[in-house]
């Protein structure tokens, strides 16, 4: 049975504005008693209301979503979902089942409601391609109460730069909205209030650093576990290997998913990989290219003392770079090609849809 539903608000590292990172989880189960949260939110309430339309067409679900035309911007206008998307995985087109429309409601009607049903944010750091939408969206935060959870250097930098009431209007002071903001500590796990059965622990991690002052640039991988089946799923913001930072930042979380989460029950890491191997070291900017992100899925492989047997690994975050063929194509190969020559074991490799969920 499926732990579950990993639901791809956006996915783009940028440039393009739009569809920037945002991910929607929750587990299978009750339609109407359906409660999500919400990695990251470059993408949020446009979003659903367009993946409600997307299952709501007049395409029908039951005949899959293999061959749906994706987007794309090169060498091609589209490419088959399956180009991007490893055979075996689950995946499905909008929100999956449950997230059908009721009867007379409006897409609008709709996506409000399971906006509603979202009542913890967890941001992996305050980059704008991760908050954006999140800040568009707040007014409507008024009908439903909302936590904003993140790392004190995440929640700092919101109400201090964002919600300010100079780039926003400062919201947490506003009595009439529930919208409030509070800090997690690294490597402490914190008991999901809306899904009671999820504990979910930040662990740090590092993302370059700042331009001015190269102060070093935070970010954060949330692990999430499911009490009752020991399940997990792991979401990850942008960020670097330890062989660029020169930290054991990441060797740290990759110990702490061995000693926390049986190979077995860690049904899936979502993670960026935002540049193609062709990029240098110094152009990197606090993020993966494949040498390195493999790299660092050996190292968690070393950590388990193990191959990566039935992992998924969804990659997000990818730059849409000048070229010819899409660089989302040419990052799975590169991947693909890197974790075979390196016996990572037998892992899923995927790329992150917008507009699609994963069935975990
Ligand atoms: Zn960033
Ligand atoms: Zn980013």
Redesign the pocket.
């Known amino acids: 049975m499926a732990s579950f539903e990993v639901s791809i608000l956006g996915a783009s590292?940028?440039p393009l504005d739009g569809g920037?990172?945002g991910v929607l989880i929750s587990t299978p189960g009750n339609p109407l008693n359906k409660k999500y949260i919400c990695v990251d939110a470059?993408s949020g309430l446009r979003q659903i209301a367009s993946m409600i339309v997307s299952q709501n067409g007049n395409v029908s679900m039951g005949e899959g979503c293999r061959s749906d035309p994706i987007e794309s911007f090169y060498e091609r206008l589209e490419e088959p979902l399956h180009s991007f998307v490893d055979s075996r995985s689950e995946i499905v087109r909008g929100l999956g089942p449950d997230a059908m429309l009721e009867s007379n409601e409006t897409v609008m009607n709709g996506a409000l409601r399971i906006f509603s049903n979202m009542n913890e944010y967890y941001i992996t750091?305050p980059?704008l391609?991760?908050i954006a939408a999140l800040v568009i969206n707040s007014p409507a935060c008024l009908a439903t109460e909302k936590v904003l959870w993140g790392l004190r250097t995440t929640t700092e930098a919101l109400r201090k730069h964002v919600f300010n009431d100079i780039l926003w209007p400062n919201l947490f002071a506003q009595n009439k909205m529930s919208l409030e903001l509070h800090t997690l500590d690294d490597y402490q796990s914190h008991k999901v209030k809306s899904i009671p059965n999820w504990i979910i622990t930040p662990l740090r991690v590092s993302h370059g650093t700042t331009v001015e002052t190269q102060l070093p640039c935070l970010s954060t991988i949330y692990l999430i576990q499911d009490k009752i089946t020991n399940n997990a799923v792991a979401i990850c913001?942008?960020l670097e290997s330890d062989v660029i930072s020169r930290k054991r930042w990441l060797a740290n979380a990759w110990k702490h998913f061995s000693a926390t989460v049986p190979l077995e029950r860690l049904k899936c890491i979502l993670i960026?990989c935002?540049c193609s191997n062709a990029t240098r070291d110094e152009h990197l900017y606090g993020?993966l290219s494949p040498n390195y992100l493999i790299h660092e899925l050996k190292q968690l492989s070393r950590a388990y003392g193990k191959p990566l047997d039935g992992l998924q690994v969804i990659i997000m975050?990818v730059k849409m770079s000048v070229g010819m063929r899409d660089p989302r194509l040419v990052i799975l190969q590169e991947i693909r090609e890197l974790a075979a020559a390196q016996e990572l074991g037998d892992v899923r490799f995927s790329i992150a849809l917008q507009g699609y969920t994963f069935v975990l």
Do not use: A, F, I
């Open positions: 590292g940028g920037n990172q470059g750091h980059h391609d991760h913001g942008d960026e935002s993020h975050h």
